[in-house]
Nanobody, 126 residues
């Protein structure tokens, strides 16, 4: 079983920044894609961003494009989510997930991901 471990998160005022980190216990074809997803209370889980660890190719949800940046450390395989210009509506539990690629791309569909972390809370106050 692959372990997915997130770190970072916390509380910040609107307009501030936070960085989340995510690491997996294995780097295989089944963990070549990494994604960040979030879920606010009473809402469905939604995709935030994904990255193909082999190439660094990224994919973003429209709601965060231009504000959030997903990246990876090629040596360690660790994936980061740099969040800037945070808004209260970004408040949610953020989950990191790992899975295989499909057609050489990383999907924003959570059903494509096999392994999930426990989540880390991000709270943005106005």
């Amino acid at each position: 079983q692959v372990q997915v471990v997130e770190s970072g998160g916390g509380s910040v005022q609107a307009g501030g920044s936070l960085r989340l980190s995510c690491a997996t216990s294995a780097y295989t074809s089944n963990t070549i894609c990494m994604g960040w997803f979030r879920q606010a209370p009473g809402k469905k889980r939604e995709a935030v961003a994904t990255i193909w660890r082999a190439t660094g190719d990224t994919n973003y949800a429209r709601s965060v494009k231009g504000r959030f940046t997903i990246s990876r450390d090629s040596a360690s395989g660790t994936v980061y989510l740099q969040m800037t210009a945070l808004m209260p509506e970004d408040t949610a539990g953020y989950y990191c997930a790992a899975g295989p690629s499909a057609f050489r791309a990383c999907s924003l569909d959570e059903n494509s991901y096999l392994y999930w972390g426990q989540g880390t809370q991000v709270t943005v106050s106005s």
